[in-house]
Nanobody, 116 residues
Framework: QVQLVESGGGLVQAGGSLRLSCAASGSSFSISAMAWFRQAPGKQRELVAIISSGGGINVADSVKGRIAISRDYAKNTVDLQMNSLKPDDTAVYYC??????????WGHGTQVTVSS
């Protein structure tokens, strides 16, 4: 079992920045990929960015150029630096981790609100 705890959400004005952090505990040695997803009201959960165990990164087109995902493999943390935030970025942001053997885990989510 892996537990994920997010932090760093909040209210920010358009054009501002936020940094989200996620810490994994439990059987975190078995984690392969870690990622951030988001879900806005009335919309499906969508991938923001994912980073593999080998450091490969994929970023959603909607945030490309404005976000950076990073991972500390020793501490089992994954961060999401978000810049030039827009009202459309308002959502609950979820940390995600996938084990090599298949199980996936989700954090409880952290609210990000961008005011215009």
């Amino acid at each position: 079992q892996v537990q994920l705890v997010e932090s760093g959400g909040g209210l920010v004005q358009a054009g501002g920045s936020l940094r989200l952090s996620c810490a994994a505990s439990g059987s975190s040695f078995s984690i392969s990929a870690m990622a951030w997803f988001r879900q806005a009201p009335g919309k499906q959960r969508e991938l923001v960015a994912i980073i593999s165990s080998g450091g490969g990164i994929n970023v959603a087109d909607s945030v490309k150029g404005r976000i950076a995902i990073s991972r500390d493999y020793a501490k089992n943390t994954v961060d999401l630096q978000m810049n030039s935030l827009k009202p459309d970025d308002t959502a609950v942001y979820y940390c995600y981790a996938a084990e090599i053997s298949g199980p996936v885990y989700w954090g409880h989510g952290t609210q990000v609100t961008v005011s215009s």
